[in-house]
């Protein structure tokens, strides 16, 4: 069975192929072999290629930056070892400074170099892993093989059975026969893609080359640094242990720098001793000017003190008085007082009206002043009146015996003065003489916080102003109706005696079970034409009433 299926596939093979086609199994091996070779050597080149790349790149890298810290170092060293030279009292510091960083410059340069070989190490290693990597994805080599070793073994079938085809039994192998075509052209598909990935292979080999000509001038200038570094990096080491190099010119100044050391030290230690002996100077004048501070401290108190009182009596004394006039008599400023002048009358009900006067008295006049300053308190000043005439000045001492102040000073806010209510005294009997003029002065005594401790009598006094004396006396006023006192003129006056009244005609009558108060139907009128009630209230009059001692007709009925 197995003979007539290799016989079928065999002839199947004939038919679809041309002679050729058989004839070249011999040659797949060969391809297969080269193409193999091909491929280990490409990927040969191509590591060895990528490897030199970075090998240099690294190397080249490290040896610049190797470079420059060597020469940074090296200028570093020399600025270091020239400013030993020029500053003898600094060269123990400068020396090992330099020394210092000459160490480290070695250090740098040798852990550059150490650094620069481990990472060109890692770098081949990564790049030989990724290429074979690369080469294991684009080529599966065991499946290759496994797969022409299949296409062997049945080429050598087909070879086994070609004596049998002339058994006649190619249709009944027709299945096998296809199977052979399937294997036929699987193994020329995975010839093309053998071919496809040797051609990309080949594609990166170019660009691998391509990449290492391109930095060859850089790989050959990092060579030039790298030299260039060695020397400078030997020419610092010259400079270091050379003669005369640093470590001789140390050596050099040896004794000056010890010696430069305990000079210093003795310049410290008699600077400190020079110090506490300062300090304790300091100190006790510390102590002094401590004392003097308390002194002055206690005397700034008395001061403030001082000043506060000093501010109190700024914004609280009063500097000056100045009246303000509402009459003005004459031209000169007066104050207007309107009195009353009279005398008891006798006791009989026909008494006459006594015209030898005794007694005045006044209504409160009104007199103004401004006080500087504005807010001065009032309440810290006593307030009094001085009087004057043309001949005669009153002391401050003795009181007035013109005018009386009533009550309190007030503030008038609308007018911006200081309002006083005076009293006059005794007008019946002060009035002056013809060519004369009686005058007042307001005087305040200042007080409370207007006056300094143990200040006495300070006083402040307005200008004097005149006394105008508005006097009315018995025919001035008289006794009057009040329901007819404006409208009844002279007629509304009362008779004056109880004789007189009997001749007047009866103004009042009223039932002599009831009250009959006199106070509300009699007034004082104005004597003088006005008809205007006299307010008695303002004079701090009043009316008193008796019985006369004559009998009253009584009207019966």
């Not at 290429?131 to 087909?158: C, F, R, S, Y």
């Not at 086994?160 to 052979?180: D, F």
């Not at 050099?252 to 010890?258: F, L």
């Not at 004097?464 to 018995?474: G, K, M, Q, R, T």
Request: charged share 25%; with cysteine.
């Amino acid at each position: 069975m197995n003979k007539k299926f290799l016989n079928a596939v065999l002839f199947g093979a004939l038919i679809a192929s041309s002679a050729g086609t058989f004839t070249s199994c011999k040659d797949y091996d060969d391809d297969i072999k080269s193409l193999q070779e091909q491929i280990d050597k490409s990927g040969s080149t191509v590591g060895d290629l990528q490897t030199q790349l970075t090998t240099l790149k690294s190397a080249a890298e490290a040896a610049q930056a190797a470079a420059d810290a060597a020469k940074t170092a090296a200028a570093e060293a020399k600025t270091a070892a020239e400013a030993a030279k020029t500053a003898g009292d600094q060269a123990a510091a400068d020396a090992a400074t330099a020394k210092a960083l000459a160490e480290e410059a070695k250090a740098a340069a040798a852990q550059a170099k150490a650094d620069a070989i481990a990472e060109a190490a890692t770098q081949v290693e990564a790049l030989r892993n990724s290429m074979q990597a690369a080469i294991d994805n684009k080529l599966d080599v065991t499946v290759h093989e496994a797969a022409v070793k299949a296409l062997g073994a049945q080429i050598e079938g087909i070879e086994t059975g070609l004596s049998n085809l002339a058994n006649g039994a190619v249709k009944e192998n027709t299945e096998a026969i296809k199977n052979a075509q399937d294997a036929i052209e699987t193994l020329i598909t995975a010839d093309k893609d053998l071919q496809t990935q040797l051609d990309a292979l080949k594609l990166y080999a170019e660009g691998v080359k391509d990449i290492a000509d391109a930095n060859k001038e850089d790989i050959a200038a990092a060579q030039k640094a790298i030299e260039a570094a060695q020397d400078e990096i030997k020419k610092l080491w010259d400079e270091i242990n050379g003669e005369g190099g640093l470590k001789a010119l140390i050596g050099e100044n040896k004794s000056a720098i010890e010696a430069l050391k305990n000079s210093t030290a003795q310049d410290i230690a008699d600077l400190e001793d020079k110090i506490n002996d300062e300090l304790d100077a300091i100190k006790s004048d510390i102590s002094d000017i401590q004392g003097d501070i308390r002194t002055i401290n206690s005397q700034i108190i008395t001061i403030n003190a001082d000043l506060v009182s000093l501010h109190t009596l700024m914004t609280c004394r009063l500097t000056s008085i100045t009246f303000a006039p509402d009459y003005i008599v004459d031209g000169v400023e007066a104050i207007k007082f309107n009195s009353l002048k009279y005398a008891p009358m006798g006791s009989g009900e026909n008494a006459a009206i006594p015209t030898n006067y005794s007694i005045s008295t006044a209504a409160l006049a009104t007199a103004s002043y401004h006080f500087n300053p504005a807010s001065f308190k009032l309440g810290n000043a006593d307030y009094s009146y001085l009087d004057r005439s043309a001949t005669v000045i009153n002391t401050r001492a003795a009181a007035s015996q013109w005018v009386q102040i009533s009550g309190t000073p007030v503030a008038n806010a609308a007018t911006g003065t200081v309002d006083f209510k005076l009293l006059r005294l005794n007008v019946h009997s002060t009035q002056p003489a013809e060519d004369k003029v009686n005058m007042v002065a307001l005087q305040a005594t200042l007080k409370g916080d207007a006056v300094d401790k143990d200040e006495t009598n300070v006083v402040v006094t307005s200008p004097y102003v005149s006394i105008y004396d508005d006097v009315l006396a018995a025919p001035d006023v008289r006794i009057s109706d009040k329901a007819t006192l404006v409208s009844g003129a002279d007629g509304a006056h009362y008779a004056t005696t109880f004789t007189a009244c009997k001749s007047e005609a009866v103004r009042y009558t009223t039932p002599y079970d009831q009250v009959f108060n006199l106070k509300d139907l009699v007034a004082t009128c104005f004597g003088n034409g006005n008809h205007k009630e006299f307010p008695i209230e303002d004079y701090k009059l009043s009316y008193k009433f008796s019985v006369a001692s004559s009998d009253y007709n009584i009207t019966e009925g």
